[in-house]
Nanobody, 126 residues
Framework: EVQLVESGGGLVQPGGSLRLSCAASGFTFSTYTMTWVRQAPGKGLEWVSTISDGGGLTYYADSMKGRFTISKDIAKNTLDLQMNSLKPEDTAMYYC???????????????????WGQGTQVTVSS
């Protein structure tokens, strides 16, 4: 059974940090381009960041560059997202997903996901 289980969300003050983690199982994690997307209340899915199958290439949405860092531990089958300098507008449900293809980088359309998790809530508020 394929599973992607996110964790690490919570309530944090503006300017604070959180580290999200996604535990993958049931598929060959090392062969998938992995991504983080998020969904704020009342809005659609927004692409956050992507990492290549081997972990050597990373991509970020403009508003996340310099604040977020994506990483992939193939030995542990985990995908992480280190989030620093958090802003209230970062408040959202964060999902990890495996893209159907490496050509999907930058897309948030769930039809381009082979698998995705249930999400972890991040709330940035004072």
């Amino acid at each position: 059974e394929v599973q992607l289980v996110e964790s690490g969300g919570g309530l944090v003050q503006p300017g604070g940090s959180l580290r999200l983690s996604c535990a993958a199982s049931g598929f060959t994690f090392s062969t998938y381009t992995m991504t983080w997307v998020r969904q704020a209340p009342g809005k659609g899915l927004e692409w956050v960041s992507t990492i290549s199958d081997g972990g050597g290439l990373t991509y970020y949405a403009d508003s996340m560059k310099g604040r977020f860092t994506i990483s992939k531990d193939i030995a542990k089958n985990t995908l992480d997202l280190q989030m620093n300098s958090l802003k209230p507008e970062d408040t959202a449900m964060y999902y990890c997903a495996a893209y159907l293809s490496s050509w999907c980088v930058g897309y948030s359309d769930s039809r381009r996901f082979a698998y995705w998790g249930q999400g972890t809530q991040v709330t940035v508020s004072s």
